[in-house]
């Protein structure tokens, strides 16, 4: 392997009596740094894009979120929460009531969710940052606080104690419904805060105390239809969910934040091979340019080729000559393009020079995971491309 290298460096440093070779290898070198720059960079803004809108779930969803197994609703016995609370990988959680209502005021009427939530749901969830207006609701109260599309949709006021912001939802039971009028339960209720997380969620939900829900849904006390929980910094999810499971007995069914939001990771993720794909193919026709530029240098240096097989190398040593050209320059080039494309996403983060807004800069993510995908992309691209130059080196070019 040191014959090889030494030949390959040989070449690589020392360029071409051809100028048109060293132009075009000089190209395929530029081509190689700007592509791997554009792929970091562009890999890192679209990793700030997604950790920017997954930032706004996880302010929503819990780390780890129980549902009834069997119907919409299960109970907590009082010897279930006393076993909760002894295990020391949850930090606390929440009990929650969510259930579809129709929500009216002053003749105007939609369609959402009303959430039961207790005391702990401001510790488990940071959805009372989110509160743009008015504050968070207090205790066992009629308050709610309502999302920003829904207050829009209505033209809902805070406070507002002459105009009634009222709820409905269907009575539980069955059979015929002989008047519509006692078909629906129904509850006044005083906005007190206005929040805003993304378009979807704040059209979605009215927020008010887990006793008012379960008056107004006929729940019992005990009765929830989810339990919402903060784990500890390092604690073992999987050991959290076998603790839980063994404690409610096939009750209940436990997502992490990732299943809560199945559709959400899996549109981001395909976006992101789709990125990754494009960006790929750019490499790869720039790649073109550095097979010339070998095809070129290998027609060049014929003469001393022949002399390298007459004094006893091998053809596949000759050939591993031109391999390894090309993937020193693919390597240095990488490097040279990785640097930068460091620097560019660090000024970014640092200094913010790209913004959206006047107050909300382009989000941008550095990690090693990216570096690692750049430097794999294009050492296994340029490997290729420089064994595809270098099999032109054959028994026939030396004879000739």
């Given at each position: 392997?040191?014959?090889?290298?030494?030949?390959?460096?040989?070449?690589?440093?020392?360029?071409?009596?051809?100028?048109?070779?060293?132009?075009?290898?000089?190209?395929?070198?530029?081509?190689?740094?700007?592509?791997?720059?554009?792929?970091?960079?562009?890999?890192?803004?679209?990793?700030?894009?997604?950790?920017?809108?997954?930032?706004?779930?996880?302010?929503?969803?819990?780390?780890?979120?129980?549902?009834?197994?069997?119907?919409?609703?299960?109970?907590?016995?009082?010897?279930?929460?006393?076993?909760?609370?002894?295990?020391?990988?949850?930090?606390?959680?929440?009990?929650?009531?969510?259930?579809?209502?129709?929500?009216?005021?002053?003749?105007?009427?939609?369609?959402?969710?009303?959430?039961?939530?207790?005391?702990?749901?401001?510790?488990?969830?940071?959805?009372?940052?989110?509160?743009?207006?008015?504050?968070?609701?207090?205790?066992?109260?009629?308050?709610?606080?309502?999302?920003?599309?829904?207050?829009?949709?209505?033209?809902?006021?805070?406070?507002?104690?002459?105009?009634?912001?009222?709820?409905?939802?269907?009575?539980?039971?069955?059979?015929?419904?002989?008047?519509?009028?006692?078909?629906?339960?129904?509850?006044?209720?005083?906005?007190?805060?206005?929040?805003?997380?993304?378009?979807?969620?704040?059209?979605?939900?009215?927020?008010?105390?887990l006793e008012v829900a379960q008056e107004l849904l006929e729940?019992?006390?005990?009765?929830?239809?989810?339990?919402?929980?903060?784990?500890?910094?390092?604690?073992?999810?999987?050991?959290?969910?076998?603790?839980?499971?063994?404690?409610?007995?096939?009750?209940?069914?436990?997502?992490?934040?990732?299943?809560?939001?199945?559709?959400?990771?899996?549109?981001?993720?395909?976006?992101?091979?789709?990125?990754?794909?494009?960006?790929?193919?750019?490499?790869?026709?720039?790649?073109?340019?550095?097979?010339?530029?070998?095809?070129?240098?290998?027609?060049?240096?014929?003469?001393?080729?022949?002399?390298?097989?007459?004094?006893?190398?091998?053809?596949?040593?000759?050939?591993?000559?031109?391999?390894?050209?090309?993937?020193?320059?693919?390597?240095?080039?990488?490097?040279?393009?990785?640097?930068?494309?460091?620097?560019?996403?660090?000024?970014?983060?640092?200094?913010?020079l790209v913004m959206i807004t006047?107050?909300?800069?382009?989000?941008?993510?550095?990690?090693?995971?990216?570096?690692?995908?750049?430097?794999?992309?294009?050492?296994?691209?340029?490997?290729?491309?420089?064994?595809?130059?270098?099999?032109?080196?054959?028994?026939?070019?030396?004879?000739?």
């Open positions: 392997m040191k014959f090889p290298l030494y030949i390959a460096k040989r070449y690589l440093f020392s360029g071409s009596s051809n100028n048109a070779i060293n132009i075009i290898t000089g190209i395929s070198s530029l081509g190689i740094i700007a592509g791997t720059t554009a792929m970091f960079v562009v890999l890192s803004v679209f990793s700030g894009l997604k950790e920017f809108s997954l930032s706004f779930t996880n302010d929503f969803d819990p780390q780890l979120k129980a549902f009834s197994t069997k119907g919409k609703t299960f109970t907590v016995s009082p010897s279930q929460e006393k076993q909760m609370k002894a295990i020391k990988d949850i930090v606390s959680y929440t009990k929650v009531i969510e259930e579809r209502a129709l929500f009216s005021f002053n003749s105007k009427d939609h369609l959402a969710y009303i959430k039961g939530v207790d005391s702990n749901f401001i510790s488990v969830n940071a959805v009372e940052k989110s509160i743009y207006q008015g504050q968070w609701l207090e205790p066992q109260t009629n308050q709610v606080v309502v999302g920003a599309g829904i207050a829009q949709k209505l033209s809902v006021g805070l406070f507002d104690l002459v105009n009634p912001f009222e709820a409905f939802v269907a009575k539980p039971g069955k059979g015929t419904i002989d008047n519509p009028n006692e078909a629906f339960n129904k509850m006044q209720l005083v906005p007190v805060g206005f929040y805003f997380l993304n378009e979807e969620i704040s059209q979605k939900f009215v927020f008010c105390d729940f019992k006390t005990n009765q929830v239809s989810g339990i919402e929980f903060k784990l500890a910094a390092n604690a073992s999810e999987s050991a959290t969910i076998e603790v839980l499971e063994k404690i409610f007995k096939g009750q209940i069914t436990l997502k992490n934040r990732t299943q809560l939001n199945a559709s959400l990771y899996r549109m981001l993720n395909t976006e992101n091979l789709i990125l990754y794909l494009i960006l790929t193919l750019v490499l790869i026709v720039t790649l073109f340019t550095l097979i010339g530029a070998i095809i070129m240098t290998i027609i060049d240096k014929k003469n001393h080729l022949k002399t390298l097989y007459s004094l006893g190398a091998e053809i596949k040593e000759i050939r591993r000559v031109f391999l390894l050209q090309g993937f020193l320059i693919c390597l240095i080039g990488g490097i040279i393009g990785l640097v930068l494309g460091i620097v560019i996403v660090l000024l970014q983060k640092e200094y913010e006047q107050k909300l800069a382009y989000p941008i993510l550095f990690t090693f995971k990216n570096i690692i995908i750049v430097l794999l992309t294009i050492g296994i691209l340029g490997f290729l491309a420089s064994w595809i130059a270098s099999s032109r080196v054959n028994r026939n070019l030396m004879d000739n």
